[in-house]
Nanobody
Framework: QVQLVESGGGSVEGGGSLRLSCAASGGTFGSYSMAWFRQAPGTEREFVATITWISGRTYYADSVKGRFAISRDNAKNTVYLQMNSLKPEDTAVYYC????????????????????WGQGTQVTVSS
């Protein structure tokens, strides 16, 4: 079973940037799609971005498109989320997740398509 550990969260002013990292250990990382989700207080967990394992195709929620970028380094078993032009509405706990379908090059944006999750990292954006 893969273990995922996020890092890089923190507090930033609106318009600032943060880079989140998610390190995987204990299993096969490179054969699965990876994704980032986020959850603000009192809301459901929502999809942010995903990257497929074969082609590295990326897919984003409309709310972050053009501001966030997901990438992966399979040699380091790490996935990243570069977040630019941050807004107060981006404030949430950000979770890294591993897809449950091996060798899939299709992207999924629902939480039930991911079967390993990190503990989350807090991102707070002030106005």
């Amino acid at each position: 079973q893969v273990q995922l550990v996020e890092s890089g969260g923190g507090s930033v002013e609106g318009g600032g940037s943060l880079r989140l990292s998610c390190a995987a250990s204990g299993g096969t990382f490179g054969s699965y799609s990876m994704a980032w989700f986020r959850q603000a207080p009192g809301t459901e967990r929502e999809f942010v971005a995903t990257i497929t394992w074969i082609s590295g195709r990326t897919y984003y929620a409309d709310s972050v498109k053009g501001r966030f970028a997901i990438s992966r380094d399979n040699a380091k078993n790490t996935v990243y989320l570069q977040m630019n032009s941050l807004k107060p509405e981006d404030t949430a706990v950000y979770y890294c997740a591993k897809g449950r379908r091996i060798y899939s090059d299709t992207y999924y944006s629902t939480a039930d398509e991911y079967n390993s999750w990190g503990q989350g990292t807090q991102v707070t954006v002030s106005s």
